[in-house]
């Protein structure tokens, strides 16, 4: 974990409400990505970003958006809670570039209770 | 499509006991294959890759996996297994030619008994 903090660690919030998670690396690494872990599923990529302001979709974006403003930081929203977004969300970080494997570095996660 | 299969959900093995972890995969040319391993409440850690060349590839905490190509395996071994070895473990996959489609098992549960 190290190099990677996410921020809370833990949230309980209402179904409807927008709810913001923070990423934020000491690495300088370009790659930053976002990830939800479910029982049964593995992890599931949301989204990721290639680059501050550059950002995509992963296989399950829908109802999630991201901001990339400086090269540190990695934002998650939820624009409305719902129930089925109660998960644990694991931001990840790789270097890239030419050659690179594009191994990943997990941050410690954020579980997410939407009542 | 890219895909990753890990056949179980659980693995037993006795302290002391070589282990093994399965992985399967399905990418278009040649992969970038990974193992992860989570404790609980933890984040993944990375624990070894495949990139090219020598098909066995050590990792850390004594870890090694095997690729097979002819097999689109990519299995994850120890020799003998560590009470402290018990948690969640992750095969991902990667195409060569995208960094964001990473693919990843859904993870097999391996326990370590004294």
């Known amino acids: 974990d190290a190099g990677i903090t996410q921020s809370p660690r833990h949230k309980v919030t209402e179904t409807g409400t927008p709810v913001t998670l923070r990423c934020h690396q000491t690495e300088n690494h370009r790659y930053m990505y976002w990830y939800r872990q479910d029982p049964g599923h593995g992890l599931r990529l949301i989204h990721y970003s290639y680059g501050v302001k550059d950002t995509d979709k992963g296989e399950v974006s829908d109802g999630y958006s991201v901001s990339r403003s400086k090269t540190e930081d990695f934002l998650l929203t939820l624009e409305s809670a719902t129930s089925s977004q109660t998960s644990v969300y694991f931001c990840?970080?790789?270097?890239?570039?030419?050659?690179?494997?594009?191994?990943?570095?997990f941050g410690p996660g954020t579980r997410l209770t939407v009542t | 499509a890219q895909s990753v299969a890990q056949p179980e959900d659980q693995v037993n093995v006795a302290e002391g006991n070589p282990l093994t972890v399965k992985c399967t995969y399905s990418?278009?040319?040649?992969?970038?294959l990974f193992w992860y391993v989570q404790y609980p409440n933890r984040g993944l850690q990375f624990l070894l890759k495949y990139i090219t060349g020598d098909n066995l590839v050590k990792g850390s905490y004594g870890f090694e996996a095997e690729f097979n190509k002819s097999q689109t395996s990519f299995h994850l071994k120890k020799p003998s297994a560590l009470v402290s070895d018990s948690a969640l473990y992750f095969c991902?996959?990667?195409?060569?030619?995208?960094?964001?489609?990473?693919?990843f098992g859904s993870g097999t549960r391996l326990s370590i008994r004294p």
């Open positions: 991902a996959v990667r195409e060569r030619s995208s960094a964001s489609k990473i693919i």
């Open positions: 990840a970080i790789s270097a890239g570039g030419q050659g690179s494997s594009y191994e990943q570095y």
């Open positions: 990418v278009s040319g040649n992969p970038y």
